[in-house]
C-alpha cells in the first residue's frame, strides 16, 4: 500500500500521481541527489515508462488531496518485466501562487514564509557555457553533453546572449572576445561548432573559469544597468579533477571569487564518479550558484538539460526580504536571494518574538525586468495560521520541522564554504544538536534499534549495515514491539554520501555508540542567595552573598562562580567556612613572590576561564575541594562601577545564574541621585529570551521622594521554575535617567572630595561627516556579512539630511561606493547606499591599514568644503572580524600610520568581532583617535551591537568642551580629565577631583566652555565644598561615593593612558599608578589579584597544595583594562621573602638565579688554530642577598661542540670532573650538588645551540666559580669560519671580557667581528677596530665593554652573541698540510676555478601542515634565490602533496628573465593540500634530472641535484621509510646530489638525514619558528656555487690503517672547504707527506697537489698557548663526527649501528669529549670516592627540561623568536611510561612510589575511573614484536578517555595512538601540531608530541607521543606515556591503577636491618616492602626519587591487578 496526503493552504493549483517504470540506471533516482527530475510534461496517462495513478488521487477542497493505492498481486504483474513493481512513486503538485509577498504559515512562535510570485517578465540573461572537453570525456559523456547542448541551445531565446567555451589543456571560445544573441541563425552555427567538439588533453579548470569570467566582464555582462537589466551566468561541466597549471582546488575558488566579485552565478556540473563534487559545491555557494552531480548513464542527457530549466528564465535578482517587527533576527534563516527563477521558490524561517501579535510587516525588495521594485505588506498571522492545518494528516510540528530542515540546510552549505577548522566544529555541533532533536536522519547521524520502552539495543556487529546503521537479523527490519530512532554522532562511510559539506567524504567512519553512564547526583546546594545594590550618583556598589552547603554525605567539591560587568572592579572578596573567614587583598603581581603564586593559581583553576558562560562579562571563580556534608560556605564578593550614560539612559545589570531553583533569593537595589529620578525601569533578560520581562511592580519609592528609589525582587522557587526549570539564567536590569536642566550642570562636593556631571539639553545637533569602513574578507561570510548589512540599512535609514556619508568595504583590496567625495544623506543616496550595501559579498584577506588610510582621506577631503566657523563631527565607523593579513600588517606601523593621517582631525569607532579579531590594536586605533572600541562575541549580535554604537555617537551637539574651575581650590595634579574632545546627545561627561588640603574656600566656582553648530557655548557652576546632600548620607548610600567615583575616574585615565603609550618607561610609571589606586582602595585588576588572608595563621595563602582553601581566579573580558595584564611583562619587582616552592623532589631543575645573586666576572677565551677552536667560559658569582638562594650557570654553545671541561668552586672548595660512560654511571644516587632544584644539564635550544646549565645552593655572601671549556672544529660558510660566543649575563657586569686568538699557518687574509644584541634590532655592533695583527698567521681581539657601554646597550646588559669571522689565504692548489705528533690535517679550498653550470629541482611539500607561515616563508625564500640563478643555470620547481605538481613538466626551464617571472607567479600561487607523497616527489625529480642529462651535450659537465624540503613524514603512496631510501639510491644512482630541509619539530630528521647523506648530500633542520626564508636562502647560497666534482685525495705512504677519514666527495662548491685527517704510522721515516687531489671541471680533469713537513711543525705551532695534542684532538673530533654520520646513513643496520656507537663513546672516552654518549661527573672532593659506595657532586648528562622551562629558553636564547608552548609546567600526581613503568604520588602521605606492571600484550588496563565525575581512562598494552613473549617488553600503546559530561548526554571520547589523536570519533589530529580545541567542559592541547586534556571538574593529564627511530623499531615500538597532573576535581570514589592514589594514606617504616635503602610501606592494613630507587619522568625530563614495590605493585594497589582489566579500549566494567 502507499498512501500520501497533500495539505496546502495556498491552494492546490494540480496535482498528478504516478509510477515510473524505467531501469534503474536511469530511473529517477539516479537524479535525485541532484535534486530534479526529467519527468514528462503530464502524467495523466501511461506510456511504456510511466503508470498514471491519477485515479488513485481525491482532491478534498482546493487545499487538500490524498493519495491510497493498494493494487492487487494481479495488477502488480500488469507493470512492464513481468517482475511485479519495479520503479518509483512520483506524486507532483503545484500551489496557488499571487503577485504579493508571499504566503505565510507556521505554529505558535515559528512561521514558514514562501515567497513565488508569478505575473512577472523574464530578465535578459547572458550565458557562458563552459564545457569539459578533456580526454576522460571521450565517447558516451561527450556525445550526452552535445545531446543536451543542443537541447539547450533551442530553448535559448532572443534577447539572450551566450557563448561556448570547450575546455581541456587550453580554453577555445566558439564566437571569440563576444557574446552572440539567441538569433536562430546563431543558434544554428552554434549546434553547429558542439557537434564538433572532441575529446582531448587534460582539465585545465583554472583557466576555463577565469576566461568565462573575462569573457563576461569585457562583453559588459556583468554590468548593472538599471533601465536594461539582466543577469549574467557561468555554466560549468566537468567530469573530474583540476589538473594543469592550476590544479589547487582552493587557489581557484580564491580566483574565483576576486575574479568574479559575486556579480555573476556559477552553476557547476559535476559529471561521473570521478568529480570532486565537494570543490564544485563551494566554488557554485561562493558565487551565487548551485551545483548538480549528473550521473553517467542513459538519463545524462536528460540531468543537464533539466539542470539548464532550473535557470533558464530568472524573473527577479537581488531579492531582499525584510521583516519589519516582530521577528528575532538570530532566528531567521538566509533572507537574501541572488535569483528568483520561473518555477522555483524562495522559502525562509524563523521565529516571533511575540506570538500573540497577529500582524507581520514584510517588505521585498529586488529587481526585475522594469527595474528595482518593493512590496510590503503587513501579512495577517491570525488568518493564515489557522488555515487547514489541523487534522491527523499534519503533525503538530509541521513549522518547527520546517525551520529545523531549512537551518540545517544553511548549515551544511556555510560548512562548506568554512575554511576555519573552530567555525566547522561550531557548525557541526549545530547540525548535531538539530538533528538529534528533531530526529532527522542527516550524514551526521545514524540509526538505532529503540525498543517499546524506550531503551537502546545493541545490535550484532555482524548484520550491522555499513555507516553504523544497524540491522536486524530479521531482514535489517526492528523485531515486534521495536522502532527506528536516530542518534549520534556517527558518521557514514567515508566517501558513500553524493552530498557535499558535512558528511560524505568530510566525515570519517562510523563509531559504534557507548552505553551512557548514570552519573551520581551532586548534593551541593545553593540555598539562600542575597545581591544588594547601592547606586549612588551613578556609582554603583554591588554585594553577592551565596550560601552552600553540601547536604550529602561524602566530601564533595564546592564551586562558586559569579560574573560581573566589563568594566567594574571588584572591591572586597571572602569567603567563610565553619565560621572562619577568608578575607581578599589585593597583591601587585610583578612582585617577583607573588607573580609565580598567582600564575601557579590561575592555571590550577583553569575551570574559571572555561565556566565563562558570557565572554563579554568578568568573571570570579572559586573551587573549595573536598567540601565536608553540613559545613555551609559562604561567599561574598563586592565590586564598584560607574554606570555610563547611553542614549539617556544608565544600565545596571546584576547577573542571576545560580543554575538552580534557590530556596531564598533576593535582590535589592538602592538608587540614591541628589539630582532627581526619571525614568526608572527594571526588567529580567533572560539568556534565551526574545523579549526581556517587565518587573516594574516591585520598584517603590520611599516617600514618594523623587531622589531616591528601592527595588526589592524575590521570586519563589515556583517563580524561578516559571521563568526557567533550572533557575534563573540572566541578567536583573534597571536603567534610569536623571532630571537635566538647560545648563547641564551637576557637582557634588564630600569628604574632601569634589565631581561634576555635565549633560546639558537644547543643543541643536551638529551636521556630520561619517564614513562606514566595513570588512568584508572571507570571515564575514554568512549571518555576520548579513546582520552589517541589516544594520547598516536602518543607520542609513537615521541619517540627517545635513549629513554626508560614504561607505568603503575592505578585503585584500578597497572599494568605494562613491568614489572620491561623502554624499548628502539624500532619500535616493540613501537607497542608492542601501542596494550597495545588500549586494556585499565576502572576499579574501583583510587589508585593514589601507582601509583606515582610504576613510581619513575621503574625511580629508570633504573637510576642504566645510567652513572653518561650521562645526561638523567627522568620524569613521570600523568594523572587523579578523587581524590584518594584507598590506601592512605590523601592528605598531598600522596605529602610527592612522595617527600620523587622522591627526586628530577625525574619531575613529570601532566594532571587533569574534574571538579572532585583534582587539589590542582596536583598543589602541581607537583611543589613539578620539574614539572608543566595542567587542562583540560571537554569542553578540553584531547588528544590535552596530546600532548602538552608531547611535551614542550619532548626535553630536558640542566641541571642545573645557571643565575649568577656580584656582587653588582643586588639587591639580588629582584633576581627571577635563578636557573632551565631543560631547554626544544622550551621554555625560564626568569631572572628579581631590580638594586642595590647603583650600580655606567654601564654595567652588566653575566654568564649561564649548563650541556647537552655531557657535560658542559658556555654562558656570558653583559648588558648596562644606555641603553633601543628606540622602548620600544614608545607610541605603555608597559610603564616601565622591571619593570612589575620583577613584574609578583616575584608574579609567590610567587604564586609557596605558593602551596608547608606546614608551616602556611611561608605561612602567602608569603601573606603578594603578597599583598604587588599585591597592589603596582593594580593586582587584589584572595587575591586582586577589590573594586571601587566613586569620587562622595571620598570613596570606600563596595557593599551594597546603593552603585550606585555593587562591580566587578573575577572568577579564578583553578591554583597556585587560591590556594593563601585559606590564607584568616588564623587569619584575624585588621580593622581600622567599618565592614559594615545592618540596625537593617535585621541584625542577631551576634555571635562573634567585634575586640577589649577582655575575661580578666573565671571561671568555677562545684559541682559534687550524680552524679548531678550543673556548673557555669562566663565570663568577655572589649571593649579596641576606638569604641563601640558588647560583645559575647558564651559557649557549654551538650544537656540535664537545665539552671537554667543567669545574665548580665554592669558597675555595673546588669540584671538578670528568667525562664518563654513561651507562656506567646510571647508577649512581644524586649527587651533593642536585638535591631538589640543584643540577645540571645540556639542553637543545634552536638548530644551531645547546645550553650548559649549572644550578647549585649558594648561601648568603658565598661566592661560586664556573669555568666551562668546550671544542668544535668549525666550518667554513659562505666563504667565512664563524665562531661565536654567546653573553647573556642579564645585568650589568663589572668584569667582562672577550678575548680571541687566530693562528693560521697558511695565513690569514681578512678577519671581522661583531656583536649581535638584541638590542639593536639586527643591526650588529662593529667591533673589527679592536684586532691587533702583530703577524700574517697570529691575530688577537679583546672585547672588554665598561659598565657605560654595556648600559648603552640595555638596562640589562649585553643580550646577545660575539661574533668573529675570518678566512685564510687560498691559492690554486690541493691547500695546507699541518703535521704534527704523527697527526695531520688537510684543508682544501682552492681558488681561481670557474663555476659549474647547474641543474637544480626544487622539491617542496606543500602538505596541509605547511599551512600558513611555513608555506609563506619558503615562497619568499624561493623567489630571493629565483632571483640568483644565474642565466645558465637550469631549474624546476616541484610543489607535493598527494600528487606532485611541475613548474613544467616536461623540461627543466633556463633561468632567463622570463622564465624566472613565471616561477614567482607558480610559486606565489601555491596552496597547501593534503597528504605527503615523498617517494614520488624525489623520483619524479630525479627523472626530470635524468631527462635533461640525455639533452645535455656529452662533452659539457653539469652538476645536478635535489633540494628537498618536508616538514613531516610520508603519508601518501610509498610510506616505508627503509623502501624510500633504496628507491631514491637506485634511481639516483650515485650521480647527483641531494639536499634535505626538515622543517618543524615533527619532522623525521634522521630520515632526511639519511636520504642526504646515502646521496651526496646534506641535511639541515629548520625549527618551525625560525625564519626559514632566511635559512633556506642561506643554504641555497652554500650550494649555488660548484666548482669541483667527483673530487678524490690520494696520499704518499705511511698511513696508519683505518685512520684516515673522508677522502671522496661528489662536489666542491665555492666558499666551502673539504677536510681531511689522518695518522701516520709512528715508524714513518720519509720527511714529507705528500698529497694529490683528483677533480673535475666542466671542461677538464684537474689535479693538485701539496705536501706537509712531517719532521717540523709550523712556528706558528709551536707556541706555548697551543696545546701540544691539537691536531690529536682535531683528528680525534673529525673521526667522531665521521663517524655519526656514517651511523646516520646505516640507521637500518642496528648491528652495525651499535658498533659505531661504542667506536663514538671509545673515542670520546680516551680525549674526554663529553657528548650525548656520555656523562660529565662533577666529583665531590670530601665524599667518599669507593666504588661500592660512591658519592659524587653532579651528573650531567644530555636532555631537555620540562617543557614550559624548554620553551621559555628558546624564546629567549634561540636563534628564531619561539613561541611559549601550550603547554605550561606539569605536576607529578601519577604517570604511566615506558616498559609500562608507574609512578604514582600519595599527596595525603608525600610519598612517591614506583612499580612496574607485566601484563600480555594486548591487555586493556583501568589507569583512572570516577564513576562519579563519569570519567574513565584506560591505556592498551602492546608488546616490541618479539616472538616469544616470555622475553618481550610491553609498553602502552592507545591510551582512550570517556567522560560523561552530562548524565543525559553521550560521552566526549578522545583515542591517543602513537599516530593521531581522534576527538569523538572524527575529529583527527596528527601529532606534531599546534592547537586547542575546546568542547563542552573539555579542553585538549595539541603541542608537538604532548596532548593535554583537562576538564571541567578541574582534572588535568597529559598524553606523551614517544617516537622510536626506525633503526630500534624491532626493538621498541611507538609508544605512550600518561601522566596525571591535577587530581583535586577527581571524587572521594576514584579509581584505576593511578586514580586510586589521590586519596589513599601510607606510612613509611624504615627496616633496622636494612637502614637506610629498605622500608616497610603501611597502605590500610597492607605491608609492603619497598626499595629506595628512582624514576625518570619524561614529562619533566628529570629523575624522582622514590620507593620502588615489586610484583606487579602488589599490596601498593588495591587487590590484584587483574582486578584492573578491561573489557575494550573503551570499556567502563
Request: hydrophobic letters at 35%; a negative charge; charged letters at 25%.
Amino acid at each position: 500500500m502507499i498512501a500520501a496526503s497533500v495539505v496546502e493552504p495556498q491552494g492546490i493549483e494540480r496535482v498528478e500521481a504516478a509510477m515510473d517504470t524505467r531501469t534503474t540506471s536511469s530511473s529517477i533516482i539516479a537524479a535525485a541527489f541532484a535534486g530534479y527530475v526529467s519527468l514528462p510534461p503530464s502524467l495523466a496517462r501511461s506510456t511504456n515508462e510511466f503508470t498514471s495513478l491519477n485515479n488513485e488521487l481525491s482532491r478534498i477542497g482546493r487545499t487538500s488531496a490524498r493519495f491510497n493505492y493498494q493494487p492487487s498481486t494481479i495488477a502488480q504483474d500488469r507493470y512492464p518485466g513481468n517482475r511485479g513493481i519495479y520503479g518509483d512513486f512520483i506524486l507532483r503538485y503545484d500551489v496557488v501562487h499571487s503577485y504579493d509577498v508571499g504566503y505565510v504559515q507556521g505554529t505558535d512562535d515559528v512561521f514558514v514564509h514562501y515567497f513565488s510570485p508569478s505575473g512577472y517578465r523574464p530578465i535578459k540573461k547572458n550565458v557562458a557555457f563552459v564545457i569539459d572537453v578533456s580526454g576522460s570525456m571521450y565517447g558516451l559523456k561527450l556525445a550526452q553533453t552535445k545531446e543536451a547542448l543542443m537541447t539547450i541551445l533551442d530553448e535559448v531565446r532572443v534577447q539572450d546572449t551566450f557563448n561556448i567555451l570547450p575546455f581541456s589543456d587550453s580554453v577555445a571560445q566558439w564566437a571569440p572576445g563576444r557574446m552572440v544573441r539567441g538569433t536562430r541563425r546563431e543558434v544554428r552555427d552554434a549546434k553547429q561548432f558542439v557537434a564538433g567538439l572532441q575529446s582531448l588533453k587534460a582539465t585545465n579548470i583554472n583557466s576555463a573559469l577565469l576566461e568565462g569570467l573575462d569573457l563576461l566582464e569585457q562583453t559588459g555582462s556583468m554590468e548593472f544597468e538599471e533601465d536594461d537589466p539582466s543577469i549574467c551566468i557561468l555554466f560549468l561541466l566537468t567530469d573530474g579533477k583540476p589538473t594543469g597549471e592550476v590544479s589547487s582546488v582552493r587557489q581557484i575558488e580564491a580566483n574565483c571569487k576576486r575574479k568574479n566579485r559575486g556579480r555573476c552565478s556559477i552553476v557547476t556540473l559535476g559529471f561521473g564518479a570521478d568529480v570532486d563534487f565537494n570543490f564544485l559545491a563551494r566554488l557554485a555557494l561562493q558565487n551565487k550558484g548551485v551545483a548538480r552531480k549528473i550521473y553517467a548513464d542513459a538519463s545524462a542527457a536528460g540531468q543537464l538539460t533539466g539542470v539548464y530549466d532550473e535557470v533558464a528564465t530568472p524573473l527577479l535578482y537581488d531579492i531582499s526580504v525584510d521583516y519589519l517587527s516582530n521577528v528575532d533576527p538570530a532566528s531567521v534563516s538566509s533572507t537574501s536571494f541572488p535569483n528568483y527563477f520561473n518555477g522555483s521558490e524562495i522559502s525562509i524561517t524563523g521565529r516571533l518574538i511575540d506570538p500573540t501579535d497577529t500582524i507581520l510587516p514584510i517588505r521585498i525588495t529586488a529587481y526585475g525586468s522594469d527595474g528595482q521594485f518593493v512590496i510590503e505588506e503587513d501579512v495577517d498571522l491570525g488568518r493564515q495560521f489557522t488555515r487547514p492545518l489541523r487534522g491527523e494528516d499534519v503533525p503538530d510540528d509541521f513549522a518547527e520541522r520546517t525551520w529545523a530542515f531549512l537551518t540545517l540546510s544553511e548549515l551544511f552549505k556555510r560548512f562548506a564554504l568554512a575554511g576555519d577548522a573552530d567555525e566547522r566544529r561550531v557548525l557541526i555541533d549545530r547540525s548535531l544538536e538539530l538533528s538529534q532533536k528533531y530526529n532527522l536522519l542527516t550524514p551526521l547521524m545514524s540509526l538505532s534499534l529503540l525498543d517499546s520502552q524506550g531503551g537502546r539495543v545493541t545490535l550484532d556487529p555482524q548484520t550491522a549495515d555499513r555507516g553504523g546503521r544497524g540491522g536486524a537479523s530479521s531482514g535489517g527490519q526492528p523485531p515486534p514491539g521495536y522502532g527506528w530512532d536516530i542518534a549520534g554522532p556517527t558518521f557514514g562511510t567515508r566517501g558513500d554520501s553524493d552530498t557535499y559539506g558535512i558528511g560524505g567524504a568530510e566525515c570519517t567512519e562510523a563509531q559504534v555508540e557507548r552505553p551512557i553512564v548514570e552519573l551520581e547526583e551532586s548534593f551541593i546546594d545553593l540555598y539562600r542567595m542575597f545581591i544588594t545594590s547601592k547606586i549612588s550618583e551613578r556609582y554603583a556598589q554591588t554585594e553577592v552573598e551565596a550560601h552552600m552547603i553540601n547536604r550529602g554525605t561524602q566530601p564533595e567539591d564546592m564551586e562558586f562562580s559569579y560574573q560581573i560587568p566589563n568594566g567594574a572592579f571588584i572591591s572586597d572578596f571572602s569567603v567563610r567556612i565553619d565560621g572562619v573567614e577568608y578575607k581578599g587583598v589585593v597583591q601587585d603581581r610583578r612582585d617577583a613572590r607573588w607573580n609565580t603564586v598567582f600564575a601557579r593559581s590561575e592555571s590550577g583553576n583553569t575551570i574559571g576561564l572555561q565556566t565563562r558562560r558570557d565572554p563579554s562579562k568578568n568573571m570570579i571563580y572559586l573551587r573549595i575541594p573536598d567540601s565536608e556534608p553540613g559545613i555551609p560556605a559562604i561567599f561574598t564578593v563586592v565590586y564598584d562601577e560607574l554606570l555610563q550614560r547611553r542614549q539617556n539612559m544608565y544600565r545596571h545589570a546584576v547577573n542571576i545564574w545560580p543554575g538552580e531553583i534557590v530556596e531564598d533569593l533576593v535582590i535589592d537595589m538602592y538608587v540614591t541621585e541628589p539630582q532627581g529620578i526619571d525614568e526608572l525601569q527594571l526588567q529580567y533578560e533572560g539568556r534565551n529570551a526574545i523579549s526581556p520581562t517587565s518587573i516594574d511592580s516591585v520598584i517603590t519609592r520611599p516617600g514618594n521622594s523623587r531622589t531616591r528609589s528601592r527595588v526589592t525582587y524575590s521570586p519563589t522557587e515556583d517563580e524561578q521554575r516559571e521563568i526557567n526549570d533550572n533557575g534563573l539564567s540572566g541578567d536583573v536590569v534597571l536603567t534610569y535617567d536623571v532630571e537635566h536642566d538647560r545648563a547641564g550642570s551637576h557637582t557634588q562636593a564630600q569628604d574632601g572630595y569634589f565631581v561634576h556631571f555635565f549633560s546639558p539639553t537644547n543643543i541643536r545637533q551638529a551636521p556630520k561627516h561619517v564614513v562606514f569602513v566595513m570588512d568584508v574578507s572571507a570571515s564575514m561570510y554568512g549571518i555576520k556579512l548579513r546582520q552589517v548589512k541589516d544594520s547598516l540599512k536602518i543607520i542609513l535609514d537615521d541619517l540627517a539630511p545635513n549629513d554626508r556619508f560614504n561607505i568603503i568595504t575592505f578585503s585584500d583590496n578597497i572599494e568605494y561606493w562613491k568614489p572620491n567625495r561623502l554624499v548628502p544623506a539624500t532619500m535616493n543616496n540613501i537607497r542608492a547606499a542601501k542596494a550597495f550595501v545588500e549586494s556585499l559579498t565576502d572576499l579574501d584577506e583583510t587589508n585593514l591599514n589601507d582601509a583606515i588610510l582610504a576613510g581619513d582621506r575621503l574625511l580629508d577631503m570633504e573637510a576642504r568644503f566645510v567652513p572653518e566657523s561650521d562645526k561638523v563631527l567627522s568620524l569613521m565607523i570600523l568594523l572587523t572580524d579578523g587581524k590584518p593579513s594584507q598590506g601592512v600588517t605590523d601592528k605598531n606601523l598600522i596605529l602610527q600610520n592612522a595617527r600620523e593621517a587622522i591627526a586628530g582631525e577625525h574619531s575613529l569607532f570601532a566594532l571587533g568581532y569574534g574571538q579572532d579579531v585583534d582587539f589590542d590594536l582596536l583598543i589602541q586605533l581607537a583611543l589613539q583617535n578620539n574614539g572608543f572600541a566595542r567587542k562583540i562575541y560571537e554569542t553578540g549580535a553584531v547588528n544590535r551591537e552596530l546600532r548602538d554604537l552608531y547611535f551614542e555617537v550619532s548626535r553630536p551637539l558640542l566641541f571642545d568642551v573645557i571643565t575649568g574651575y577656580e584656582d587653588g581650590v582643586l588639587d591639580e595634579n588629582s584633576l581627571t580629565q577635563h578636557r573632551f574632545p565631543i560631547y554626544f546627545s544622550g551621554s555625560e561627561l564626568v569631572i572628579a577631583s581631590k580638594v586642595s588640603p590647603t583650600n580655606t574656600d567654601i564654595t567652588l566656582g566653575g566654568t564649561v566652555e564649548a563650541r556647537t553648530s552655531t557657535g560658542e557655548l559658556r555654562r558656570t557652576t558653583t559648588t558648596d565644598l562644606t555641603s553633601t546632600h543628606r540622602d548620600l548620607l544614608r545607610e541605603s548610600a555608597v559610603p564616601s561615593v565622591v571619593e570612589k567615583i575620583w577613584a574609578v575616574k583616575t584608574l579609567e585615565a590610567l587604564i586609557n593612558e596605558y593602551s596608547i603609550t608606546q614608551d616602556d618607561d611611561r608605561k612602567r610609571a602608569i603601573a606603578d599608578a594603578v597599583v598604587e589606586i588599585a591597592q589603596a582602595y582593594n580593586l582587584e585588576t589584572p595587575l591586582t589579584p586577589l590573594a586571601l588572608y587566613d586569620p587562622t595563621t595571620g598570613s596570606l595563602l600563596t595557593g599551594s597544595n597546603r593552603d585550606p582553601i585555593p587562591l580566587p581566579t578573575v577572568s577579564h573580558a578583553e578591554s583597556s583594562l585587560s591590556r594593563v595584564g601585559d606590564a607584568t611583562r616588564y623587569e619584575p619587582l624585588p621580593s622581600t621573602r622567599p618565592i614559594p616552592v615545592t618540596s625537593p623532589q617535585d621541584a625542577p631543575l631551576v634555571v635562573d638565579s634567585t634575586a640577589g645573586v649577582a655575575i661580578d666576572r666573565f671571561h671568555a677565551i677562545s684559541l682559534l688554530a687550524l680552524r679548531y677552536a678550543s673556548t673557555r667560559i669562566e663565570q663568577d658569582m655572589v649571593n649579596l642577598g641576606s638569604r641563601g638562594g640558588q647560583a645559575v650557570f647558564k651559557q649557549k654553545i654551538p650544537a656540535n661542540a664537545f665539552i671537554t671541561g667543567i669545574s665548580i668552586t665554592v669558597d675555595g672548595k673546588a669540584y671538578d670532573g670528568q667525562v664518563e660512560d654513561l651507562f656506567d654511571t646510571e647508577t649512581l644516587d644524586l649527587g651533593t650538588l642536585e638535591r631538589g632544584i640543584s643540577g645540571g644539564i645540556i639542553t637543545p635550544i634552536d638548530h644551531e645551540s645547546k645550553m650548559v646549565i649549572l644550578s647549585i645552593p649558594l648561601k648568603s655572601n658565598q661566592r661560586a666559580e664556573f669555568t666551562l671549556n668546550y671544542e668544535m672544529l668549525i666550518p667554513r660558510r659562505r666563504g667565512m669560519y664563524t665562531h661565536k660566543i654567546s653573553m647573556f649575563p642579564e645585568q650589568i657586569v663589572d668584569d667582562i671580557l672577550v678575548d680571541s686568538v687566530i693562528v693560521e699557518p697558511q695565513g690569514l687574509a681578512t678577519a671581522n667581528a661583531f656583536l649581535n644584541d638584541k638590542s639593536l634590532d639586527g643591526s650588529p655592533l662593529e667591533l673589527s677596530y679592536l684586532f691587533d695583527k702583530p703577524t700574517d698567521n697570529r691575530w688577537q681581539i679583546q672585547y672588554r665593554p665598561s659598565t657605560r657601554r654595556q648600559l648603552a646597550l640595555s638596562n640589562r646588559g649585553i643580550a646577545g652573541d660575539f661574533v668573529l669571522q675570518y678566512d685564510t689565504v687560498h691559492n690554486h692548489d690541493a691547500g695546507s698540510i699541518q703535521i704534527n705528533d704523527n697527526y695531520f690535517i688537510q684543508h682544501f679550498a682552492p681558488s681561481g676555478l670557474s663555476v659549474l653550470r647547474k641543474n637544480v629541482v626544487f622539491v617542496i611539500d606543500i602538505s596541509d601542515s605547511m599551512a600558513g607561515a611555513k608555506l609563506q616563508q619558503v615562497k619568499d625564500a624561493l623567489r630571493t634565490i629565483l632571483d640568483d640563478m644565474r642565466p645558465t643555470d637550469k631549474f624546476n620547481i616541484l610543489p607535493f602533496h598527494s600528487q606532485v605538481e611541475f613548474l613544467d613538466r616536461y623540461k627543466m626551464v633556463e633561468a632567463t628573465r622570463a622564465n624566472i617571472i613565471t616561477a614567482k607567479q607558480f610559486v606565489d600561487d601555491l596552496v597547501e593540500q593534503e597528504a605527503t607523497n615523498l617517494n614520488k616527489a624525489i623520483i619524479d625529480g630525479v627523472n626530470q634530472l635524468r631527462q635533461e642529462e640525455e639533452r645535455t651535450r656529452v662533452e659539457e659537465k653539469v652538476v645536478s641535484m635535489l633540494i628537498v624540503l618536508t616538514d613531516g613524514e610520508p603519508t601518501y603512496g610509498e610510506k616505508d621509510e627503509a623502501q624510500i631510501e633504496r628507491n631514491v639510491r637506485e634511481v639516483i644512482d650515485g650521480d647527483y646530489s641531494l639536499f634535505a630541509l626538515g622543517f618543524g619539530e615533527d619532522v623525521d630528521f634522521p630520515f632526511l638525514t639519511r636520504l642526504a647523506l646515502q646521496n651526496h648530500g646534506v641535511a639541515r633542520k629548520i625549527p618551525a619558528t625560525a625564519d626559514a626564508s632566511l635559512l633556506l636562502e642561506g643554504f641555497y647560497e652554500e650550494v649555488a656555487s660548484p666548482l669541483l666534482y667527483d673530487i678524490e685525495f690520494r696520499y704518499s705512504d705511511g698511513i696508519e690503517p683505518q685512520s684516515l677519514s673522508e677522502i671522496s666527495f661528489a662536489n666542491y662548491f665555492n666558499g666551502s672547504d673539504l677536510v681531511v685527517v689522518g695518522k701516520l704510522l709512528p715508524s714513518l721515516r720519509q720527511s714529507l707527506l705528500e698529497s694529490t687531489v683528483y677533480s673535475k671541471t666542466a671542461t677538464e680533469n684537474i689535479r693538485l697537489s701539496s705536501s706537509g713537513n712531517i719532521r717540523a711543525a709550523p712556528v706558528e705551532l709551536l707556541s706555548p698557548d697551543i696545546p701540544d695534542d691539537l691536531l690529536a684532538r682535531i683528528w680525534a673530533y673529525h673521526m667522531i663526527q665521521g663517524l655519526l654520520q656514517t651511523k646516520e646513513q646505516r640507521e637500518d643496520n642496528p648491528v652495525y649501528s651499535s658498533l659505531l656507537d661504542q667506536d663514538v663513546i671509545d673515542f670520546s672516552l680516551e680525549n674526554q669529549f663529553f657528548n650525548p654518549y656520555t656523562a660529565y661527573i662533577v666529583n665531590d672532593p670530601m665524599a667518599d670516592q669507593s666504588a661500592s659506595n660512591r658519592q659524587i657532586a653532579m651528573r650531567i648528562t644530555e636532555g631537555e627540561l620540562p617543557l614550559y622551562t624548554q620553551e621559555a629558553l628558546r624564546q629567549k636564547y634561540g636563534t628564531g623568536a619561539q613561541s611559549l608552548s601550550f603547554i605550561e609546567l606539569p605536576s607529578v600526581e601519577g604517570a604511566i611510561d615506558g616498559d609500562p613503568h608507574f609512578l604514582v604520588y600519595l599527596p595525603k602521605s608525600n610519598l612517591h612510589v614506583c612499580f612496574d606492571m607485566k601484563t600480555p600484550e594486548g591487555s586493556v588496563l583501568s589507569l583512572l575511573q570516577d564513576p562519579k565525575r563519569g570519567l574513565y581512562v584506560n591505556g592498551k598494552v602492546i608488546g616490541d614484536g618479539r616472538p616469544h613473549p616470555d622475553s618481550a617488553r610491553t609498553f602502552i600503546g592507545e591510551v582512550a578517555m570517556l567522560w560523561w559530561f552530562s548524565p543525559r548526554k553521550p560521552p566526549l571520547e578522545i583515542h591517543f595512538t602513537p599516530l593521531n589523536v581522534t576527538v569523538m570519533g572524527q575529529h583527527v589530529v596528527h601529532w606534531g601540531r599546534q592547537l586547542r580545541m575546546k568542547h563542552k567542559g573539555l579542553k585538549l592541547q595539541i603541542d608537538g608530541k604532548y596532548a593535554r586534556v583537562t576538564l571541567q571538574h578541574n582534572v588535568t593529564f597529559t598524553v606523551m607521543r614517544h617516537k622510536t627511530p626506525p633503526k630500534n623499531r624491532n626493538k621498541k615500538p611507538d609508544y605512550l606515556g600518561f601522566f596525571l597532573e591535577h587530581t583535586k576535581g577527581l571524587s572521594d570514589g576514584a579509581h584505576g591503577l593511578i586514580g586510586q592514589f589521590k586519596t589513599m594514606k601510607a606510612t613509611l617504616r624504615p627496616r633496622e636491618s636494612e637502614p637506610g635503602r629498605t622500608a616497610d610501606l603501611l597502605i590500610k592494613d597492607r605491608l609492603v616492602k619497598v626499595v629506595e630507587g628512582s624514576r625518570h619522568h619524561t614529562l619533566q625530563s628529570r629523575r624522582h626519587f622514590c620507593w620502588m614495590a615489586d610484583n606487579n605493585g602488589a599490596g601498593v594497589i588495591e587487590g590484584s591487578y587483574r582486578q584492573y582489566l578491561m573489557s575494550s579500549l573503551f570499556g567502563t566494567d
